[in-house]
């Protein structure tokens, strides 16, 4: 009697934690890909990015002003996804070449990184395009 009792008893518990762990796992924070790299005695977590080639778009021929109100709009965008820890770093090519510059985002997949740069008011506008890669980095990476 005293067994039938515990049963009764932790039949009741044990679906109350297995609802709380399902419920856990449908609610769990994204993660970001990583894996760990050892070279020689040193051991680097790898984080995968996503690196954006910005290319010039098919719709160039704005007024100086058009374009003018354009740039803002991509600069305050991309301050935002700097603000938001989205972007690692962004910059424009010192070049006459079709890439004009580039980002590389700190995000969970290749389809938060598209929607981040399909927001961008100068890809709205065509004046930019943007290639997409996924990149690998030791975590914590910086430049010099």
Do not use: C
Request: proline content about 4%; cysteine-free; glycine content about 4%.
């Amino acid at each position: 009697m005293k067994y039938l009792l515990f049963l009764l008893l932790a039949f009741p518990i044990s679906l109350f934690a297995q609802e709380e762990l399902t419920s856990k796992k449908e609610t769990a924070e994204p993660q970001y890909e990583t894996f760990e790299m050892t070279e020689g005695d040193t051991t680097y977590l790898m984080k995968k990015y996503y690196i954006a080639f910005l290319k010039s778009g098919p719709n160039r021929d704005h007024t100086k002003e058009e374009a003018a109100i354009i740039q803002k709009g991509h600069m305050d965008h991309m301050s935002k996804l700097a603000e938001a820890n989205k972007i690692q770093i962004a910059g424009p090519f010192d070049d006459d070449s079709d890439i004009r510059g580039l980002v590389i985002y700190s995000v969970y997949s290749l389809e938060e990184a598209l929607e981040l740069t399909n927001a961008d008011p100068a890809v709205v506008a065509g004046r930019l395009v943007v290639e997409l890669h996924p990149f690998w980095a030791a975590k914590g990476s910086q430049l010099n």
